[in-house]
């Protein structure tokens, strides 16, 4: 089974710190994902990788960076959380071998910036 | 641009009957389909697929339809259960043959009454 890791499943910061959300999958898949995830709206793509040191902006990227030095990371990097960064943020990853459409989560970090 | 959308946000049935979640897109090139289900503080759950030269595709209690005329897929779920209450995500890729972003819907709600 896929399985897909997130650092922490609650966090709480304070506005204007520098928050590192981290993922890890375990199945060697190329492509890595972070949504944001917020009642009414849906899951929101802020960035997507499909190989290591590659990146590409989702819907949002504002406010966020990403990291991936390794094949089995991605990290997601608040360079300054403000209180709008409140949400759940999910970490997806996907294979280009089997279709690549099919993408596998975590169980979510939820962030709350005060 | 391209969008997902669904008829219902919220369904709630009777523990036993058959459930039925409704989901429409806007790209008449869209060749692949994806069902998740996302349980309270999880992420979702990838649940069945259904490629654009199928019409259904059935899994264990759970059949996908997809109607290309229209545009419109749904999701049944057979002699519903407590266990399937979570809210339900239709994605479709961004576009045909591009196999790593996914537009999602907003979701259905589930809730199974005992």
């Known amino acids: 089974d896929v399985k897909v890791t997130q650092s922490s499943r609650y966090l709480v910061k304070r506005t204007g710190e520098k928050v590192f959300l981290e993922c890890v999958q375990d199945?060697?898949?190329?492509?890595m994902f972070w949504y944001r995830q917020d009642p009414g709206l849906g899951l929101r793509l802020i960035y997507f990788?499909?190989?290591?040191?590659?990146?590409e902006k989702g819907d949002i990227p504002e406010g966020y960076s990403v990291s991936r030095e390794k094949k089995e990371r991605f990290s997601l990097i608040l360079e300054s959380a403000s209180t709008n960064q409140t949400s759940m943020y999910l970490c997806?990853?996907?294979?280009?071998?089997?279709?690549?459409?099919?993408?596998?989560f975590g169980p979510g970090t939820r962030l709350l910036v005060l | 641009g391209e969008s997902v959308g669904l008829h219902l946000p919220t369904l709630s049935v009777q523990e036993g009957d058959n459930s039925i979640i409704n989901c429409a897109y806007s790209?008449?090139?869209?060749?692949?389909f994806i069902w998740y289900k996302q349980e309270s503080g999880k992420g979702p759950q990838f649940i069945i697929d259904?490629?654009?030269n199928m019409d259904k595709r059935q899994g264990q209690r759970v059949t996908v339809l997809l109607n290309k005329t229209v545009k419109h897929l749904s999701l049944q779920i057979a002699a519903t259960q407590p266990g399937d209450s979570a809210v339900y995500f239709c994605?479709?890729?961004?576009?045909?043959?591009?196999?790593?972003?996914?537009?999602w819907g907003l979701g259905t709600s589930l809730a199974v009454n005992p």
């Open positions: 259904i490629r654009s």
């Open positions: 990788s499909y190989d290591v040191k590659m990146k």
């Open positions: 199945m060697d898949h190329e492509n």
């Open positions: 790209n008449s090139a869209s060749d692949y």
């Open positions: 997806a990853s996907s294979s280009l071998t089997t279709g690549g459409e099919t993408q596998y």
């Open positions: 994605a479709v890729p961004l576009n045909a043959g591009n196999n790593r972003k996914l537009i």
